[in-house]
T-cell receptor
Framework: NAGVTQTPKFQVLKTGQSMTLQCAQD?????MSWYRQDPGMGLRLIHY???????DQGEVPNGYNVSRSTTEDFPLRLLSAAPSQTSVYFC????FGGGAEAFFGQGTRLTVV | GIQVEQSPPDLILQEGANSTLRCNFS?????LQWFHQNPWGQLINLFY???GTKQNGRLSATTVATERYSLLYISSSQTTDSGVYFC????????????FGRGTQLTVWP
């Protein structure tokens, strides 16, 4: 049981490039989300999804797109990378059977130059 | 949204010492959880504790939901306890959408 798998672990982009961060979970969880972590800021929610075909914005959505075509996958797209998007990105998955415990992927460290 | 205040922001301990980390919420939360971010950046689940007390080895946690706070106790600390500790919780109206504090940076020296 892999849990939540994020790829890549590290990425360097040039300003203006686009890319997709992948996130997959094998726990059949309804809820998935993306956070970014910046020094001293804790974890801030970018986008989330309560099920396949349903997504919504979090606290810091600008510059990011998401889609949820399957229960398992929740990719995060950077449309035109900016240095302000240099951060560590975490995907999380939450199930609601008997509680709502979140599980995180291993993170993606993104640098935009 | 919910404001989450964690204290202390930084904590430096000698191995073997005990410590208490606190998490205060500005509003009622559900599904309160504690996480440890190890020096490699991984977020590890410590406790899922919407209310009451739980213990796991040298760690224990208590949540008093009516007073909107939670405590994490670390006894006989070890160097492997170093890292950042986060608490997070969600609201009934937006289950799953966790609000996090800024974390407590714990450093344990041998």
């Amino acid at each position: 049981n892999a849990g939540v798998t994020q790829t890549p672990k590290f990425q360097v982009l040039k300003t203006g490039q686009s890319m997709t961060l992948q996130c997959a979970q094998d726990m059949n969880h309804e809820y998935m989300s993306w956070y970014r972590q910046d020094p001293g800021m804790g974890l801030r929610l970018i986008h989330y999804s309560v099920g396949a075909g349903i997504t919504d914005q979090g606290e810091v959505p600008n510059g990011y797109n998401v889609s949820r075509s399957t229960t398992e996958d929740f990719p995060l797209r950077l449309l035109s990378a900016a240095p302000s998007q240099t951060s560590v990105y975490f995907c999380a998955s939450t199930g609601f059977g008997g509680g709502a415990e979140a599980f995180f992927g291993q993170g993606t460290r993104l640098t935009v130059v | 949204g919910i404001q989450v205040e964690q204290s202390p922001p930084d904590l430096i301990l000698q191995e073997g010492a005990n410590s208490t980390l606190r998490c205060n919420f500005s509003d009622s939360v559900n599904n309160l959880q504690w996480f440890h971010q190890n020096p490699w950046g991984q977020l590890i689940n410590l406790f899922y504790i919407p209310s009451g007390t739980k213990q796991n080895g040298r760690l224990s946690a208590t949540t008093v939901a009516t007073e909107r706070y939670s405590l994490l106790y670390i006894s006989s600390s070890q160097t492997t306890d170093s890292g950042v500790y986060f608490c997070g919780g969600d609201r009934g109206s937006t289950l799953g959408r966790l609000y996090f504090g800024r974390g407590t940076q714990l450093t344990v020296w041998p």
